[in-house]
């Protein structure tokens, strides 16, 4: 079975397109597992992965699609827990997808994306996406 791991951030659009994604692999609904992951960075409220807008659309899309899933969250810098937890999890593929940025402000806010193809040793898929 092909495992990819999905990190999605607040961005339904993006956690769409990366199920999406996912979902057009060939044979997903019987060879691919995918897990959805949110990674949150600042959770006063205490919300749990599954109350997160975006990892409900893309389950809605893997479950429709009938691609096996599950849902885990973290909590720390995005690009580093990523690149951690598809190690640990010894994932096949790492399904990314960006935001248009300039190159300016890539290097000011730089790019979880960008920073996760460059580090990982996976195979990272980058799902396009129309304009937000």
Not at 32 to 50: K, L, Y
Not at 97 to 108: C, D, E, H, N, V
């Amino acid at each position: 079975m092909y495992h990819v791991l999905i990190p999605v951030d607040q961005s339904e659009e993006r956690a769409t397109a990366q199920a999406e994604a996912v979902v057009e692999l060939p044979a997903a609904s019987s060879e691919v597992r995918a897990t959805v992951m949110h990674i949150f960075q600042d959770n006063p409220s205490g919300a749990s992965v599954n109350q997160v807008g975006s990892v409900r659309r893309a389950s809605e899309t893997l479950e429709a699609a009938d691609v096996e899933y599950s849902l885990v969250e973290e909590s720390g810098d995005p690009a580093e827990e990523i690149v951690d937890r598809a190690d640990e999890m010894d994932v096949d593929s790492i399904c990314v997808a960006g935001r248009k940025r300039s190159p300016t402000g890539k290097a000011l806010f730089g790019s979880v994306s960008q920073t996760v193809i460059i580090d990982s040793e996976r195979t990272v898929l980058f799902a396009h996406v129309d304009e937000e």
